[in-house]
Nanobody
């Protein structure tokens, strides 16, 4: 069992920056890691992902503005968000998942609110 705790959300003006962190209670090595976001009435959507092999993917809506990274020594993943827009307002969740010997492991954090508003 891996517990994930997000932090770093808050209120920021358009054009501002935030860095979200997701601290894991155990090793996240070999997991695929992702940041998702959700707004009321909409499905949770993938924002950024780092595969277990280290490949990073971004949603088109954040490409060029967000950078996802990981620190295995700290068991922490990050999402640096720049040039924030009002449409980035959402609850952001981190996720780690893997399949090992046919067993799926899939863990979510509790979410952190990001509000972009003047």
């Amino acid at each position: 069992q891996v517990q994930l705790v997000e932090s770093g959300g808050g209120l920021v003006q358009p054009g501002g920056s935030l860095r979200l962190s997701c601290a894991a209670s155990g090793s996240i090595f070999s997991f695929t890691m992702g940041w998702y976001r959700q707004t009321p009435g909409k499905q949770r959507e993938l924002v950024a992902q780092i595969t277990s092999g280290g490949t990073t993917n971004y949603a088109d809506s954040v490409k060029g503005r967000c950078t996802m990274s990981r620190d295995f020594a700290k068991n922490t993943i990050y999402l640096q968000m720049n040039s924030l827009k009002p449409e980035d307002t959402a609850v952001y969740y981190c996720n780690v998942k893997k399949i090992l010997i046919g067993v799926r492991y899939d863990y979510w954090g509790q979410g952190t609110q990001v509000t972009v508003s003047s």
